[in-house]
T-cell receptor, first 117, second 110 residues
Framework: DTGVSQDPRHKITKRGQNVTFRCDPISEHNRLYWYRQTLGQGPEFLTYFQNEAQLEKSRLLSDRFSAERPKGSFSTLEIQRTEQGDSAMYLC???????????????FGPGTRLLVL | GNSVTQMEGPVTLSEEAFLTINCTYTATGYPSLFWYVQYPGEGLQLLLKATKADDKGSNKGFEATYRKETTSFHLEKGSVQVSDSAVYFCALCSGNQFYFGTGTSLTVIP
């Protein structure tokens, strides 16, 4: 396993369209995180999963944003009715089991850059 | 609430100069603290971390000490190299949620 992967790496869409991004974490990791990063800013936490359970979603930006991790492996982030303000880099990260003392160390994927026209 | 404040950049240094990037935080409870680095064209990578007060994290010649009394986690390196040119992010973890600073861009010139 070479690390966290994300697909697609780039996405251009028109305002009002729906988009879905995929994240494949490091295989033995059971925590998975989604972030948004805009230009000149640090990553902004959106949500995270432990296995298939979504343990925190209050920081999703609006009800247009949703995430799933149905089998506890890969995850998808969907944005419905995209707006120009959604243009950003969407990052995924994973970390290991809660019993691991290193559980807070996250490994980031390369990100998906979204441009909404 | 939880937040991280980082020294604004960009920072430009000559090779072998001393580096300090300031980071202060506000947190409920006892967070863990991190420095992440993003090299040009690459994803975020963990540089170092500290999980409790007075811990010192270190890696690749970089160091940062968790100072509870000043709520700080300043990043230092005694002698920077051109290859250290990157964006550095300070972050905290509290209650399984992460908060990042805005990042500090460092350019090291030969």
């Amino acid at each position: 396993d070479t690390g966290v992967s994300q697909d697609p790496r780039h996405k251009i869409t028109k305002r009002g369209q729906n988009v879905t991004f995929r994240c494949d974490p490091i295989s033995e990791h059971n925590r998975l995180y989604w972030y948004r990063q805009t230009l000149g800013q640090g990553p902004e936490f959106l949500t995270y999963f432990q296995n298939e359970a979504q343990l925190e979603k209050s920081r999703l930006l609006s009800d247009r944003f949703s995430a799933e991790r149905p089998k506890g492996s890969f995850s998808t982030l969907e944005i419905q009715r995209t707006e120009q303000g959604d243009s950003a880099m969407y990052l995924c990260a994973s970390s290991s089991h809660p019993s691991d003392p290193d559980v807070e160390t996250q490994y980031f994927g390369p990100g998906t850059r979204l441009l909404v026209l | 609430g939880n937040s991280v404040t980082q020294m604004e950049g960009p920072v430009t240094l000559s090779e072998e100069a001393f580096l300090t990037i300031n980071c202060t935080y506000t947190a409920t409870g006892y967070p863990s603290l991190f420095w992440y680095v993003q090299y040009p064209g690459e994803g975020l990578q963990l540089l170092l971390k500290a999980t409790k007060a007075d811990d010192k994290g270190s890696n690749k010649g970089f160091e940062a000490t968790y100072r509870k009394e000043t709520t700080s986690f300043h990043l230092e390196k005694g002698s920077v190299q051109v290859s250290d040119s990157a964006v550095y992010f300070c972050a905290l973890c509290s209650g399984n949620q992460f908060y990042f600073g805005t990042g500090t861009s460092l350019t090291v010139i030969p």
